[in-house]
């Protein structure tokens, strides 16, 4: 997107206003991998292992070492 350089207003050439759209996108919610992210820290997401920040080994060392006790 190019803005007018000689336009003080916040406008594209196109004539999008740049200020209404951010407005606009802090106001939809979460983007997709935020919700991504939600839904696999806070109900384990099937399938959403690539977005989790668990690290599998040390909870496998944390149940052995229980388990051993």
Known sequence: MKQH????SNV????TAIDKVKRQNDDSGMSYNEAMEYIARTTGGQDTQFLSNT???????QIQ?????
């Open 55 to 61: 690290d599998v080994e040390t909870v496998r060392q």
């Open 65 to 69: 070492r229980s388990e051993e006790h």
């Open 5 to 8: 350089e000689h336009s003080k």
């Open 12 to 15: 594209t050439e196109a004539g």
